[in-house]
């Protein structure tokens, strides 16, 4: 059974940084895309950068291209989110997920973890 546990949330003022990190267990993960996830109140959940754990490619929505950086960590099987020049606009629960990269929805998701960007 796959888990995804995040942690690093926190309140933090404009222009300041944050470090999400998710522990994945339950699978090899070889196979698979992590991604991060944030909804904000009253919109849409979005996905915000996603790497493909075998290969290391990455994907960023144009909201935070630039700001943040998503990695991964083999040996201790975890997922990092960057995040720097936080906007109060990037105020959200931010969301752990993994999905089998010959599936099509994520299948996997964590409890998440509130980040508050303070203007």
């Known amino acids: 059974q796959v888990q995804l546990v995040e942690s690093g949330g926190g309140l933090v003022q404009t222009g300041g940084s944050l470090r999400l990190s998710c522990a994945a267990s339950?699978?090899?993960?070889?196979?698979?895309?992590m991604g991060w996830f944030r909804q904000a109140p009253g919109k849409e959940r979005e996905l915000v950068a996603s790497?493909?754990?075998?290969?290391?490619?990455?994907y960023y929505a144009d909201s935070v291209k630039g700001r943040f950086i998503i990695s991964r960590d083999n040996a201790k099987n975890t997922v990092s989110l960057q995040m720097n020049s936080l906007k109060p606009e990037d105020t959200a629960v931010y969301y752990c997920a993994a999905r089998s990269t010959a599936a099509t929805l994520w299948d996997y998701w964590g409890q998440g973890t509130q980040v508050t960007v303070s203007s």
């Open positions: 339950g699978s090899t993960f070889r196979a698979y895309l």
């Open positions: 790497i493909n754990w075998s290969w290391g490619v990455t």
